[in-house]
């Protein structure tokens, strides 16, 4: 069993950063990529990012590229989404989720998933 837990998500004007944390618990040693995925209002839940936990290899959709990071602490079972320069249309729902093959598959081929953080940025 994994259990993942993600925080970090609240109001945040357009320009902005907000920093999203995902605890991972459990059978954590099953997990090789954790990935990042989110829901706006109306919207189908669309990839966000990726990264490894062995190598640390990458992966950003072209929407949030170069405004979005990735990291990873190990130590902790911890994954972080640095998101700067925010835009209204970053409001959604943000998902953590792990998977056991790289690159990751789409929503519905992650082994496990959080509940979900609700990110809002105002104009």
């Known amino acids: 069993q994994v259990q993942l837990v993600e925080s970090g998500g609240g109001l945040v004007q357009a320009g902005g950063s907000l920093r999203l944390s995902c605890a991972a618990s459990g059978r954590t040693f099953s997990m090789y990529t954790m990935a990042w995925f989110r829901q706006a209002p109306g919207k189908e839940r669309e990839f966000v990012s990726a990264?490894?936990?062995?190598?640390?290899?990458?992966r950003y959709a072209d929407s949030v590229k170069g405004r979005f990071t990735i990291s990873r602490d190990n130590a902790k079972n911890t994954v972080y989404l640095q998101m700067n320069s925010l835009k209204p249309e970053d409001t959604a729902v943000y998902y953590c989720?792990?998977?056991?093959?790289?690159?990751?598959?789409?929503?519905?081929?992650?082994?496990?998933w959080g509940k979900g953080t609700l990110v809002t940025v105002s104009e």
């Open positions: 989720g792990s998977s056991d093959t790289w690159p990751p598959p789409r929503w519905a081929g992650m082994d496990y």
């Open positions: 990264i490894t936990w062995t190598t640390g290899s990458t």
